[in-house]
């Protein structure tokens, strides 16, 4: 019975849960080589920074007895990472490996034995063979932007050779291998804390993600993760809502989106994948906004063409409006009926467009008497393109075909007028949307992002772009 009660609730956690991501990030082998290379950097100058304490300690060193010594100022005066690799490890995060790493030390050393003699000077030390192993967990935030984070981190070092300048030397030979020891501890320690400083310096730039990216003064998409990452051997995949929205008002587009999965790929740092669902909440969008609507005037046909937006061109084909309306100019309505469909099938990107056009007759006082209302059912071919961040695009009339809403002047035969709506299209309204369409849409980006390499692949279900990035500042 419990079970019973509890199966509905279950099954609502579950549709919450498997809520398809619009848009795909996957970071390659080849994008976290980039990555670390940009992060060494600053690891490096972070390592550089490290302050080993001051220490001291008394050693019983025969035959004096025993020694008090101390160790200060000690800073770090060279530093090399000559090897590091960078390993995904499934399910969990990022594994940053440095091995072989050598740092150079100087300070300052004082010692005191039998009761009253004391000696000082300074000393140089070598630290070779540090290793670094550090795992990094990539999750969501709460406003769905990558957040990194030390997940575990182990430090060693292999050998400290302390070289002791002024002073006895027969002494300090006696007890410099405690002193090697004791600093290889204050080594081993500092490290991993200054690695995850290092870890947290990235959240500043990985915050820069645009999770909301303004488009016009109608729309901006939404680009939060809805997951953590999902991390596998070949690849990071993020998954991101990819969603349109009218500005200020987050109503949830009215159809799913469809599960989609990346190929294998790995000659790019990057490939940023759409699902039909983007472009489809586009249409949706701007639908709601009522912009997806035009008046077409007899200006806007250029002057070549022997069709025009008159009551004598379409008197030719409907002789009731020649007889009616003689002598008068038209106007036209296209409006979009319902929202476009966008559908990716390999190699092609097409949009399926359901419009009313409807004609008027434009009196000489002002007046518009409307003549009829056609159906429009058209499908559209979209080349795509990025630049700048943005994903452009440019539509071509496929194929178009008519059918009649109302008429207010009899009968007629509606596909007498197919030629004509076909130059209003091509001419007039195809045109109009594509200055719009170039203007292009936000991709995902982090900071000051640069693609290079870059293509684009219509696959099905989804549009692919794989590219490197440069990040400039
Ligand atoms: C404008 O002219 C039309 C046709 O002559 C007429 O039917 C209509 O009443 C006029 N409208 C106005 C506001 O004058």
């Known amino acids: 019975m419990f079970l019973l009660k509890c199966l509905p609730l279950v099954a609502l956690i579950a549709a919450a849960f498997s809520a398809n991501p619009g848009v795909k990030i ?34 019983r060193v025969s035959p004096i007895g025993k020694v008090q010594y101390s160790l200060t100022n000690i800073h770090v005066v060279n530093l090399g990472l000559p090897q590091s690799s960078i390993n995904l490890v499934p399910g969990s995060g990022v594994q940053l ?30 630290v070779n063979g540090l290793s670094i192993s550090q795992t990094i967990a990539i999750k969501s935030d709460a406003t769905g932007k990558p957040e990194a984070s030390s997940a575990a981190c182990s430090a060693s070092v292999s050998s400290a050779k302390v070289k002791f300048h002024g002073g006895a030397s027969w002494l300090y030979n006696l007890f410099s291998k405690f002193i090697d020891k004791a600093l290889r501890k204050a080594l ?38 809805v997951s953590s990452p999902q991390i596998s051997q070949p690849a990071i995949d993020l998954n991101l809502k990819g969603e349109f929205y009218n500005i200020g008002r987050h109503q949830e587009a009215p159809f799913p989106a469809p599960a989609f999965s990346l190929p294998a790929q790995s000659s790019n740092m990057i490939y940023i994948a759409l699902s039909s669902f983007t472009p489809n909440s586009a249409g949706f969008v701007y639908n709601n906004a009522g912009v997806l609507s035009m008046y077409v005037t007899d200006d806007m046909i250029p002057r070549s063409s022997p069709i025009r937006l008159s009551t004598s061109t379409f008197g030719f084909f409907i002789p009731q409006i020649a007889q009616r309306f003689p002598g008068l100019m038209m106007k036209m309505l296209v409006k979009a009926d319902k929202n476009p469909v966008v559908k990716f099938q390999p190699n092609v990107m097409t949009v399926d467009a359901t419009a009313t056009a409807t004609a008027y007759a434009i009196q000489p006082n002002g007046t518009l008497s409307p003549l009829f209302v056609l159906n429009v059912d058209s499908s559209v071919s979209s080349q795509m393109s990025v630049s700048d961040l943005k994903l452009a695009s440019r539509i071509t009339l496929n194929k178009m075909s008519l059918s009649l809403g109302t008429s207010y002047v009899g009968d007629f035969k509606v596909n007498s007028l197919d030629n004509i709506l076909q130059v209003i299209l091509k001419l007039v ?25 870059t293509q684009l692949q219509i696959m099905q279900d989804y549009l692919m772009i794989g590219t490197d990035v440069q990040f400039t500042g």
């Open 26 to 59: 996957r970071l390659t082998q080849k994008g976290l080589e980039y990555g670390k290379q940009l992060g060494m950097a600053s690891l490096l100058e972070k390592l550089k920074t490290a302050q080993i304490p001051d220490f001291s300690g008394k050693e």
């Open 97 to 126: 490996s440095i091995s072989n790493a050598f740092i150079s030390l100087r300070g300052n050393w004082r010692v005191k034995y039998l009761r009253f003699i004391k000696d000082s000077g300074s000393l140089d030390v070598n």
């Open 188 to 225: 081993e320690k500092q490290m991993c804390p200054l690695v995850a400083k290092s870890i947290a310096d990235l959240n500043p730039r990985l915050k820069t993600l645009n999770v909301l990216a303004k488009v016009d003064k109608y729309a901006e998409i939404e680009y939060s993760m």
């Open 429 to 453: 309204v195809i045109p109009t949307v594509n200055v719009q369409l170039s203007k292009g849409y936000p991709l995902p980006a982090l900071g000051k992002m640069k693609l290079v390499n």
